[in-house]
C-alpha cells in the first residue's frame, strides 16, 4: 500500500469555522490530489499540486484552499465550512503526470458541518 | 455535466458467476481509462486501466473492454467472489493533464452466495 495518511480521519465542525485537512505521503511522488465524494456525484478533482508551492484548481475548488510547502504534506484548508462542504476527502498521489498514471488514494477524512 | 457515466448504481450477482460493470463517457479525448474499487471507509484502490489504442486488458479475473466508437468500456469479473464485492468506479483521463481523473458515479456490486 501506498504510504498516504489523512488526518484528522473524522471531523464534526460547525457552520462558518475555518478547517484543515492534512495529507502526508511518504512515497516522494511529486503529485498530490484533493477529491471529495458524494452520493450521486463519485469523486471530483478539488485541487492538486505538481510539486511544492505549485498548485491549481479542480472542478470544485470554489470555498477551498491549498498548500504545499514540502513534498510530502499537502494541506486542504476550507476558510468557512459550510453545510455543502460536508462530505468524505481523499488525498491522492501520483508520480507521473502522464494519463494513465495510477493515483493512489489515502483512507479519506469524514468531515460533518453543522 | 457528467463526462463519464456509470448508469448502474448497484448490481448484484452470484458467487462463482460474471459480473460485468458497465460506463459510458462523453469526451472523445479521453486517452486512458482505469477501474477503482472501494470498500467502505477505505480509499479507492487500482483495479486495472486500458489505453484508448487498445481494445481490452485482461489481468488475470477481470478483464477491461473498451469500444471507442460507442464511447463504451465494460468491466468483466469471472468468475465473481465474495471479496469483490464493493463499489468501482470507472475514471478516465486526458494526456497532459498531470493525472487528473473524471469519475463516474460508481456501481454497488453485490456478490451473494
Known amino acids: 500500500d501506498a504510504g498516504i495518511t489523512q488526518s484528522p480521519r473524522h471531523k464534526v465542525t460547525e457552520t462558518g469555522t475555518p478547517v484543515t485537512l492534512r495529507c502526508h505521503q511518504t512515497?516522494?511522488?511529486?503529485?498530490m490530489y484533493w477529491y471529495r465524494q458524494d452520493p450521486g456525484h463519485g469523486l471530483r478533482l478539488i485541487h492538486y499540486?505538481?510539486?511544492?508551492?505549485?498548485?491549481d484548481k479542480g472542478e470544485v475548488s470554489d470555498g477551498y484552499s491549498v498548500s504545499r510547502s514540502k513534498t510530502e504534506d499537502f494541506l486542504l484548508t476550507l476558510e468557512s465550512a459550510t453545510s455543502s462542504q460536508t462530505s468524505v476527502y481523499f488525498c491522492?498521489?501520483?508520480?507521473?503526470?502522464?494519463?494513465?498514471?495510477?493515483?493512489?488514494f489515502g483512507p479519506g477524512t469524514r468531515l460533518l458541518v453543522l | 455535466d457528467q463526462q463519464v457515466k456509470q448508469n448502474s448504481p448497484s448490481l448484484s450477482v452470484q458467487e462463482g458467476r460474471i459480473s460485468i460493470l458497465n460506463c459510458d463517457y462523453t469526451?472523445?479525448?479521453?486517452?486512458?481509462f482505469l477501474w477503482y474499487k472501494k470498500y467502505p471507509a477505505e480509499g479507492p484502490t487500482f483495479l486495472i486501466s486500458?489505453?484508448?489504442?487498445?481494445d481490452k486488458n485482461e489481468d488475470g479475473r477481470f478483464t477491461v473492454f473498451l469500444n471507442k466508437s460507442a464511447k463504451h468500456l465494460s468491466l468483466h469479473i469471472v468468475p465473481s467472489q465474495p471479496g469483490d464485492s464493493a463499489v468501482y468506479f470507472c475514471?478516465?483521463?486526458?494526456?497532459?493533464?498531470?493525472?487528473?481523473?473524471?469519475f463516474g458515479t460508481g456501481t454497488r456490486l453485490q456478490v451473494t452466495l
Open positions: 491522492a498521489i501520483s508520480e507521473s503526470r502522464l494519463a494513465g498514471g495510477i493515483l493512489y
Open positions: 512515497e516522494n511522488h511529486r503529485y
Open positions: 499540486s505538481y510539486g511544492v508551492k505549485d498548485t
Open positions: 469526451n472523445s479525448m479521453f486517452d486512458y
Open positions: 486500458i489505453s484508448s489504442i487498445k
Open positions: 475514471a478516465a483521463s486526458l494526456t497532459g493533464t498531470a493525472s487528473k481523473l473524471t
